[in-house]
């Protein structure tokens, strides 16, 4: 086909397609104007509608099971193997007895020196029982001093038990004490005296019952009530009975916080010959409360007191509050209170005080005491322990004594209204174990003010004392006390001038080895210095002494 044929058919086919489209033009134009002549009439509003859909319902089921066991084959090879150890088959061990070994309950101490000193001491007891312990306790020692009628002695015996009943613990005492003393501060130049004329014989009976609940959780109460009763009595037509009731309550509110009450009731007699008896009685209730958080301790509370004795009855709201706040940890704490309570003051007490003690009690009242202190405590590594306080003390009504102007061997007593004084205590620990122990501690009173008496009559300003212990070789033990004592006012017995008793320095060395588990040595030796100072006018101690002997342990 040549290229003239190929334009010729394309020619014509353009004018075929021109032709057409303006059929299509004008047959268009045409039915636009027929539409302009008709009416449409809408029966009904048009709302389309989907088809129904189809729902398969399909139903799930487990294919059938597989009954038929499987035919699993496998082969393990052996292997011969050669061994050198063979084990031993295992069979039980039978467990060890809880046990402990037995106690060394009891023990006796022989005993003599120079001074004419005897020593017995011996004590007995029960061992372990799970209900139950009881034990016996007994004491005796006499020394006579170079200075004529020096002489003195003391007998101690004690039976004690203890039982445990429905958590609950009773124990239960009784004692009988016995001490000789001579006043021999007389004037040894004015000739021979008869020796039963100076002596003293003080006899008490003590008989105390007590019991503590033994609580099953940190929130049940605490509960320990005591009775004591004590009679006292003298070689002189003497006597004294007291009966004494604590009852302290103590219950935890919150984890931290605690509720307690004690219940406090003394009541002495004293009877001098057929002269009219002195009572004397402290009736207290002790409410307080205290918080505990790690590092911080407040004891908060008063106390209301009754103090009667003759012809003077007195009631006193007491503070006690008492703070302890942790700086560092256990290594610095800060320690401060306010506390006031009262010092009874019958012939028991004072007798305790000054076994030279005339006995008279006419016009004595009890003794008010307040202290305001703080101070710091703490430890230093793990050996080390301190504690100091500074403390403002008053005392109201305090007896002080001063040698009798009839009788300047014997002593009386002054009432002081009231007497304050700035008090510093101090006292360091090293503790290593058993091993090795070492404490160092001094009081100091600064008294300031004196308002009935010229003078704190017979009161040292400074008393300190030094003491070791060292264990060697589980075998030896040894111990030192190194104590010191400043003198003290006196009142000259013609009441016009007055003195100072001079100060003293004490030293008293101990040893002791166990030569088996049951027998032993002891030495103890006194007054190393031979110093006789005068703890109360007229009677200079005993000076350097010394006491050994054996031990017995089964």
């Known amino acids: 086909m040549n290229i003239q044929n190929i334009y010729h058919k394309g020619f014509f086919l353009l004018a075929a397609m021109g032709l057409s489209a303006a059929a299509v033009q004008q047959a268009t134009a045409q ?6 002549q008709e009416t449409i009439d809408i029966i009904s509003t048009y709302q389309p509608r989907l088809r129904d859909a189809a729902k398969l319902n399909l139903t799930a089921s487990l294919p059938g099971v597989d009954t038929a066991r499987p035919s699993l084959k496998y082969e393990v090879p052996s292997l011969n193997l050669s061994f050198g150890y063979q084990a031993a088959p295992l069979k039980p061990l039978a467990l060890g007895k809880d046990s402990l ?8 101490k022989l005993g003599y020196g120079n001074l004419s000193t005897p020593y017995v001491q011996a004590g007995f007891g029960s061992g ?7 034990g016996l306790f007994v004491n005796y020692t006499s020394s006579k001093g170079k200075i004529e009628n020096q002489d003195y002695s003391t007998l101690n015996t004690l039976a004690a038990g ?6 609950f613990q009773l124990n239960g005492s009784l004692a009988y004490d016995r001490n ?3 006043y021999y501060g007389y004037d040894h130049n004015s000739g021979p005296v008869e020796k039963s004329s100076i002596a003293q014989h003080f006899n008490q009976i003590t008989a105390t019952a007590s019991g503590k609940n033994l609580p099953g959780n940190d929130w049940a109460f ?6 004591k009763f004590i009679y006292f009595s003298d070689n002189y037509k003497r006597n004294e009975s007291a009966f004494q009731l604590n009852v302290p309550i103590r219950k935890q509110i919150f984890e931290n916080i605690y509720l307690q009450a004690e219940g406090v009731f003394d009541l002495s007699t004293y009877r001098e010959d057929n002269l009219k008896a002195i009572n004397n009685s402290i009736v207290a209730v002790h409410p307080a409360v205290d918080v505990v958080y790690p590092g911080f301790v407040l004891h908060a509370g008063v106390n209301p007191t009754w103090s009667n004795t003759p012809g003077v009855s007195k009631f006193y709201l007491l503070p006690d509050i008492v703070n302890e706040t942790h700086l560092i940890r256990k290594k610095l704490i800060l320690s401060s209170g306010w506390i006031s ?3 009874k003051n019958n012939y028991r007490t004072l007798t305790n005080r000054n076994p030279f003690f005339l006995g008279s009690l006419d016009g004595m009242q009890n003794t008010r005491v307040e202290e305001k202190y703080t101070g710091i405590k703490g430890t230093l590594g793990s050996h080390f322990n301190y504690n100091t306080k500074f403390a403002s003390v008053t005392w109201y009504n305090l007896p002080l004594f001063v040698n009798d102007t009839l009788n300047a061997s014997r002593f009386i007593t002054l009432n002081e209204a009231e007497m304050r004084a700035f008090q510093l205590h101090a006292e360091v620990g090293y503790i290593q174990e058993e091993k090795l122990q070492v404490r160092v501690a001094f009081d100091w009173f600064n008294y300031n003010k004196q308002e009935s008496q010229i003078k704190p009559w017979a009161l040292p300003a400074f008393q300190g004392n030094l003491s070791a212990s060292y264990l060697l070789m589980k075998k030896l033990h040894l111990n030192a006390e190194l104590y010191a004592l400043s003198g003290a006012y006196y009142m000259n017995p013609n009441k016009v001038d007055f003195g100072k008793t001079k100060g003293a320095w004490d030293m008293n060395l101990g040893a002791s080895f166990d030569i088996t588990k049951n027998f032993g040595l002891w030495l103890n ?3 190393i210095f031979n110093t006789q100072y005068q703890r109360y006018y007229l009677y200079p101690s005993y000076g350097f002494n010394i006491v050994g002997g054996l031990l017995f342990k089964f």
């Open 128 to 134: 372990r029982h799970e209900n139950y312990n009881y």
């Open 222 to 227: 605490s509960f320990q009530p005591k009775v």
């Open 341 to 343: 309570y009262i010092e």
């Open 162 to 167: 203890t039982y445990l009943i429905n958590k």
């Open 101 to 108: 070994d037995l106690l060394q309950n009891n023990f006796v």
């Open 31 to 36: 039915a636009k104007d027929s539409l302009k």
């Open 180 to 182: 000789t003393v001579h």
């Open 525 to 527: 030796a006194n007054n």
